[in-house]
Every structure is written in C-alpha cells, then in structure tokens.
C-alpha cells in the first residue's frame, strides 16, 4: 500500500463572485506516493498544484473521491480526529510562514509545545533539529534577522519537529535565488535520505524536479497529463505540456529560431541523435558516420544528468552524398533516435 493513496478526486470550489460558473480545480485526478519517494508535482499557476497537496493533510475535503494517508482516509475523517494525522505531515511553504514574533527556537519548539511533548524531550529535539538544518548560532535571533534560506531551513526544521513520515513541501524555493535554491534542495535531499521522510514537493521549475525528485506528476488544467519516473519523463516526455517544462533545462531537437539561426550557418542536413544511459551507442554513430566518409560537425545539443543517469541529444549538421548519408542513417537507427531536423 502506498503511503499516500488518491483515488479520482474531484475538487470544485464554489464561485468567487456570483454568476461566475464553478470550474473544478482538480478533475478526477489518482495518484500513489510509495513510502519513502522524493515524489514531483510540476504545473503552471493555477494548475492544481496546491489544491491537490492540501487534500493530503486535509486542509481541504475533496468534492468526490478517497485520500488515504498511512492507511487512514483522511477525506472522510472529523475534523477533531485529524490532529493527530497532521502531527505526521510536516508543511513547507513558499513564503515561510513562520512567527515573527517568536525566536527560531521558539518556531520550532511551537509544534513540539502544540502536541504536549514535555519540556526536556522537546528541548533535547529542538537542538537537534539546529544542528541538523545548520541554524545553532541562529536559535535566538528573530526571523526579520534571517536571509530567504535561513528562513526556510527554520520552516524545514519546524515542519520535522514532530517527526512526521511526509513532508509536503509547495513551492518551497520559489521565493528563493538560485544558490540559496539549491541548498535547501540539498536539505531536503538530506530528510529524505537521512530520516527517511516521503516528500511531496510542488513546483513549476523543470529543475528542482530533476534535482531532487524520484517520479514525478505533471499537472494541467485540473489534471495529471503524465507521471513517471524522473529519467524517463526527462529523457522521453509524451504530453505537450511536459514537453514544454521538459524545454525548459534540456536542450533537444532544435526548432524556432534555434533551428533557423543553425540553417543560416549550415546549409546542409541537420540531424539529432538521441542517447539515453552509456556512450557506446554514441561511439557507433560517429564510427559510422566517419567510415562512410560523412563530414560533421556538432552545432546544437547537450548531455543531461538525471537520478545519476545521463541522456542526450546531439544534433550534427552533415556533409556528404545524399544516398551515403541516407545510409549511414539508417544503419544508426539501430542505435540510436534520428531525427531528421532540416
Ligand atoms: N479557496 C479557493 N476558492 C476558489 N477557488 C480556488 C481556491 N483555491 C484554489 N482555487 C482555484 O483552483 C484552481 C487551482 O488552484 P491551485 O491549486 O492554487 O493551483 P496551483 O497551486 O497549481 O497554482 C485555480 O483556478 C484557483 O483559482
Ligand atoms: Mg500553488
């Protein structure tokens, strides 16, 4: 059983103004998070995004359909019996959300206070969530005292404090430039790996997807338009839409003004290999490419690392007889995806 199961869940809100015909914002949408996953969930504004992460810990009920978390139906459940499910849900947001008025000890203890966790477990805990986030020297300064990073590893640390199995984490970089970005992505690596916490994380960047997430879910309209394995989603995407965040850190076939700029300069054919896992399949195409007497040369392209994988597309603009290349072509498919750009 996954640990967070959602079962063709519709979710419609009623109107903002009146006249206004209610659009669902989630449209029959399932999704499995397997225990333990750093899980994706990628979408333009308005996409859905955080209306599906909020029916996990229940801060919304959906219109029709089931969330069980952990085994338990949390869209059924009474309002006063859901403390103790959300004790075991941690919660990052993209403006931090912490107490102004209260210390970044006193932000992270609130949680602990919250659950009548006594004073000497909840001190010794605090402590220990200083060290791990890296705030120690920090425990008594005021959030307004913080930069954008030290604000959210507080988030971070205070969405752990009642060790909690899941954590939703809903555009926790967003507010964040791009070097800070990446440290609290490698925190949150760090629970996932260290203490073993599911994560849910919601973005609309390409690229904290293929840092951090195991799987991922792409979201359009209400809908997921497709799930899959990071490297796979990265290295082959199907839906338009993904496609189009997939464009967004990968170059691939060129098109646009990309391909128009390369036809100025290369008069010739203009061809995309490309590779997923290894180089051996790239060694046959240049081996071919050269035994046939084929000039080339690499114009557009790149080699991408995702989940510790790599893939790639290269796109060479070819010198030579047509019927030689014709057939060195498709001697390479075999190998590799050609596609024949121009
Ligand atoms: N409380 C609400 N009342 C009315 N409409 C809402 C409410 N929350 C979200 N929506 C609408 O639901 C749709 C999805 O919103 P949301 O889940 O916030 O998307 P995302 O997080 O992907 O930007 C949007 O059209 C939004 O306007
Ligand atoms: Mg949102």
Do not use: C
């Amino acid at each position: 059983m996954p640990i967070i199961r959602i079962t063709d869940v519709t979710k419609v809100f009623p109107p903002r103004s009146r006249g206004e015909a209610p659009a669902p914002a989630l449209d029959g949408v399932s999704l499995d998070v397997e225990k333990g996953d750093i899980f994706g969930i990628i979408g333009y504004s308005g996409a859905g995004k955080s209306t599906l992460v909020r029916l996990i810990n229940a801060l919304e009920k959906p219109t029709s359909g089931t969330v069980v978390v952990d085994g338990i139906e949390v869209s059924s459940l009474a309002e006063g019996k859901l403390g103790k499910v959300r004790l075991g849900i941690g919660m990052v947001f993209q403006q931090f959300n912490l107490f102004t008025s209260r210390t970044v000890w006193g932000n992270i203890e609130y949680p602990l206070r919250v659950a009548g966790v006594p004073k000497e477990q909840y001190q010794a805990r605090v402590s220990e969530l200083l060290h791990f986030v890296g705030l120690v020297d920090q425990a008594h300064a005021y959030p307004d005292q913080l930069s954008g990073g030290q604000k959210q590893r507080v988030g971070i640390a205070r969405a752990l404090a009642t060790s909690p199995a899941i954590l939703l984490a809903d555009e926790a970089t967003s507010a964040l430039d791009p070097e800070t970005t990446r440290e609290v992505l490698a925190l949150l690596k760090r629970v996932n790996e260290e203490f073993g916490v599911t994560i849910v994380v919601i973005t609309h960047e390409m690229e904290v997807i293929r840092s951090i997430a195991h799987k991922v879910a792409v979201m359009e309209n209400g809908r997921i338009v497709e799930r899959g394995d990071v490297f796979d989603i990265f290295s082959a995407p199907v839906a338009e839409a993904t496609k189009r965040f997939v464009s967004t850190i990968v170059t691939s076939v060129p098109d646009g003004v990309s391909l128009e700029a390369l036809r100025v300069r290369h008069p010739g054919r203009i061809v995309t290999f490309s590779f997923a896992d290894g180089s051996t399949s790239q060694s046959a195409v240049f081996l071919t490419l050269g035994a046939a007497g084929i000039g080339f040369e690499l114009v557009y392209g790149g080699i991408n690392e995702v989940q510790a994988r790599t893939f790639g597309h290269l796109t060479l603009a070819l010198t030579g007889d047509d019927a030689v290349v014709d057939a060195a072509l498709d001697e390479i498919r075999s190998v590799a995806e050609v596609t024949e750009v121009a």
